[in-house]
């Protein structure tokens, strides 16, 4: 059973990791990509932020698990964690655009906007 100090161990050991991978500019790109996460005795977990970039670190993944492995002396597994804020920040984009479309045609919001020479904003 591992203990906490080596559990802590994984994200004290990622500016190491993050040069060990240096060494291959597929890998310093990938590694870039991502930042630690939640981990576990056995488990390391990576996010990433830009779910755009999703395949290619997922083809990178086993050989980023090799380098984390070889900078820990022991077995890992690697997780990858997508955050898709990207994905939601357009969804409520376009949500905002709809809204402001719809109380546009609002008869009342119109005859407000003309009688106070207004205009809408978000």
Same mark, same amino acid.
């Given at each position: 059973?591992?203990? #906490?100090?080596?559990? /802590?161990?994984? =994200? =004290?050991?990622?500016?190491?990791?993050?040069?060990? /991978?240096? *060494?291959? /500019? %597929?890998?310093? #790109? /990938?590694?870039? +990509?991502?930042?630690? %996460?939640?981990?576990? =005795? +056995? #488990? &390391?977990e990576l996010?990433? &932020?830009?779910?755009?970039?999703?395949? &290619?670190? $997922?083809?990178?993944?086993? +050989?980023? *698990? *090799?380098?984390?492995? *070889? @900078?820990? %002396? $022991?077995?890992?597994?690697? !997780?990858?964690?997508?955050? !898709? $804020?990207?994905? =939601?920040?357009?969804?409520?984009?376009?949500?905002?655009?709809? !809204?402001?479309?719809? @109380?546009?045609? +609002?008869?009342?919001?119109?005859?407000?906007?003309?009688? &106070?020479? %207004? !205009?809408?904003?978000?």
């Open positions: 059973m591992r203990t #906490t100090a080596e559990i /802590a161990d994984l =994200a =004290a050991l990622w500016p190491r990791i993050i040069e060990a /991978a240096s *060494q291959s /500019a %597929g890998m310093s #790109t /990938a590694i870039k +990509d991502v930042t630690p %996460g939640l981990q576990s =005795a +056995d #488990t &390391f996010k990433l &932020f830009n779910s755009a970039r999703e395949k &290619f670190v $997922r083809s990178r993944l086993s +050989d980023i *698990q *090799q380098i984390v492995e *070889q @900078v820990a %002396g $022991r077995t890992i597994k690697i !997780r990858l964690a997508v955050e !898709r $804020r990207d994905t =939601a920040s357009v969804t409520e984009t376009k949500a905002s655009s709809e !809204r402001i479309s719809e @109380v546009m045609e +609002d008869p009342l919001v119109q005859h407000a906007v003309e009688l &106070f020479e %207004g !205009r809408i904003v978000e």
